[in-house]
């Protein structure tokens, strides 16, 4: 396999389903990013629910994030796991705010984005400082290598998760690792790793920058149609739609096409939801 990975993490993360830490950007870029993803807050939050559309769709809307999901210390990386041939099926930020009781109920990601395989890998990147007591990642190391499990919705008002989903059965924490991460770290995972995170106990904000790729081969069971980005090699398949990459912040007709797109990924995401009523204010606040 190519890519960046040395043949020891390449085997790690085979074994583990998760490796880190891996850096991605200087510490001086990382905390810079911190205050830039404020600024934009701080610029748009009167016009766009800004904290959700981070959440969900910022590639779309914002250039600097279209490019940073390309940085090469992140998708060499990711080369040595998924091959040569790279898209970027979503990117989010990940905010937890200071002294939130916000947190992440153990889960698989796989669970629900009604993808047809596992060619999938998660960068978590911190852009903040991220420790226990700001909530970072909990996961359990190997719990990748079963299928999928039941999940149950909770719809828990403090859970971050689109649908509070979590893992039905108890899930045994002792075995958790904390991934803990200095700004400009990041951690990779597997769709179908167990994972969580706890709230935020201290005076700052927690922000990871997250971006999931999958392999181009990869396809939208669920739902009518998917959106993906190419970012490195080739699509020979052609199985998502490709949005053109933002120009300028907020455009309003990227602004339209993200109210489509969360149109549309909503029939995935809740396809077996217990509850509906709160879809689309959950996923994008518009
Ligand atoms: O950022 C967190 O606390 C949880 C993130 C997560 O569940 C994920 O990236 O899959």
Partial sequence: ?????????????????????????????????????????????????????????????????????RRPAIVDAVESILGPDIMVWAAEFFIKEPNSPKFVSWHQDLTYWGLSDAAEVTAWVAL????????????????????????????????????????????????????TLRPGEMSLHHGRMFHASGPNTTDARRVGFVVRYIAPSMRQTVGARDYATLVQGEDRF?????????????????????????????????????????????KTGM
């Fill in 1 to 69: 396999m190519t890519g960046s990975l040395a043949p020891d993490q390449a085997a790690r993360y085979e074994r583990d389903g998760l490796l880190f830490p891996l850096r991605a950007f200087a510490e001086a870029e990382a905390l810079g990013l911190v205050a830039r993803v404020a600024d934009v807050e701080r610029r748009f939050g009167d016009r766009y629910p800004v904290k959700p559309l981070l959440k969900t769709y910022p590639i779309y809307l914002l250039p600097f994030v279209a490019t940073l999901m």
């Fill in 128 to 179: 903040s400082d991220v420790t226990v007591a700001n909530g970072c990642m909990r996961m359990l190391p190997g719990s990748h290598a079963g299928g999928i499990v039941p999940h149950r919705d909770t719809f828990a008002p403090d859970n971050i998760l689109s649908r509070g989903q979590e893992i039905a059965d108890a899930v045994d924490e002792s075995r958790a690792v904390n991934i």
């Fill in 238 to 282: 052609g199985h998502f739609v490709t949005p053109p990459p933002p120009t300028e912040e907020f455009a309003p007709d990227m602004v339209e096409l993200v109210r489509k797109i969360a149109a549309d990924t909503t029939s995935y995401l809740y396809a077996t939801a217990d509850q509906t009523g709160q879809r689309d204010a959950v």
